[in-house]
């Protein structure tokens, strides 16, 4: 009887902790990446949504950050620093059809995005827009920004 | 569709989107946005999971004069929602994450109800007057 209590102690011990670890594996996890905004899709790569959206980030891209959220569509938010120079070039590789625009109206999509992300767009005067760029499926939306310098603000959100 | 705290967020975020673009417009006779994208953010997961991305339009015009002067306008949003298929890349649905999937519905699966019939592609629609 006296080796019993033991055991059932252990058994319980381990239920506990086993009934533990169940209920934080069942919370949401955070994106492992340290690029990701909190909230982002904990499964989808920076890799794979730059694929699945068709964008191509330069080679001197830095400051990169980036979301996605899974809903009835799925969203991809990505901004980055790069030099104004390697803008066309990026455009170009990420099959972007569309011309960038300075307008009254800068794209929508970009602009909802900037609000969740604290991206600040009113603090560039100067930007310019491409609103609605069609990729098959994916909808996309661009703005770019001088931030000082040779040194541009990238801004990009998608819809697939 | 209950209106929770978060379901207003979503709801705000449309209208901060359409104040912007109105205060960008205004002053003109008449003015529109054109349909232009916007979504709805994952606040509410009755918006997102409905809606998420949709297309709307602001069409307005500046009526009276002096001090009488006013700004009017129209909102419209619209919405497709199709169900897809297997070929169009879309990820497969995962509940409650796809790490961990207690469900797992492949991209396949998903079209075929509509192919079937079990599922219905759906318009979403609606309109609002702002000013008189």
Same mark, same amino acid.
């Given at each position: ?29 955070? &994106? ?18 730059? &694929? #699945? &959206?068709?964008?191509?980030?330069p ?21 980055? #620093? ?8 990026? /455009? ?53 920004a ?12 998608? /819809?697939? | 569709?209950?209106?929770?705290? @978060? @379901? ?5 975020r ?6 912007a =673009? ?20 994952? !606040? ?10 949709f297309?709307?339009?602001?069409? !307005?015009?500046?009526?009276? *004069? ?10 419209? $949003? ?7 298929? =297997? *070929?169009?890349?879309?990820? =497969?649905?995962?509940?409650p ?7 797992? $519905?492949?991209?396949? =699966?998903w ?5 079937? !019939? ?8 609606? @309109? ?5």
């Amino acid at each position: 009887m006296g080796a019993v209590r033991p055991m059932v102690r252990v058994l319980v011990g381990l239920c506990v902790a086993g009934a533990i670890l169940a209920g934080c594996s069942l919370t949401e996890q955070p &994106n492992p990446d340290p690029r990701a905004y909190p909230g982002s899709a904990p499964d989808v790569t920076l890799e794979k949504a730059l &694929n #699945d &959206n068709g964008i191509k980030l330069p080679e001197d891209a830095g400051g990169v950050r980036f979301a996605v959220e899974i809903g009835a569509d799925e969203s991809f938010d990505l901004t980055f #620093d790069t030099e104004c120079g390697t803008v066309p070039q990026f /455009l170009k590789e990420s099959s972007i059809k569309g011309s960038l625009e300075s307008s009254v109206l800068l794209p929508s999509l970009v602009e909802t995005a900037g609000r969740e992300h604290d991206w600040k767009l009113e603090s560039y005067p100067g930007a310019r827009g491409i609103e609605d760029d069609r990729l098959g499926s994916v909808n996309r939306s661009v703005i770019i920004a001088k931030a000082g310098g040779t040194s541009c603000k990238v801004f990009v959100s998608a /819809l697939r | 569709m209950p209106a929770s705290r @978060s @379901s207003w967020r979503s709801a705000i975020r449309l209208q901060q989107q359409v104040e912007a =673009d109105v205060k960008r417009l205004k002053g003109n006779a008449t003015f529109t946005t054109g349909w232009r994208t916007t979504r709805t953010g994952n !606040g509410d997961a009755n918006w997102f999971l409905a809606l998420n991305g949709f297309q709307y339009r602001v069409t !307005g015009s500046t009526v009276g *004069s002096g001090a009488d002067k006013k700004t009017e306008y129209w909102v419209q $949003v619209y919405k497709r929602y199709n169900w897809g298929t =297997d *070929s169009e890349g879309r990820d =497969d649905v995962y509940w409650p994450r796809k790490s961990l999937p207690a469900i797992h $519905v492949r991209q396949a =699966d998903w079209a075929r109800l509509n192919t079937v !019939g079990l599922a219905r592609d759906y318009d979403t629609s609606g @309109s609002a007057f702002f000013g008189g």
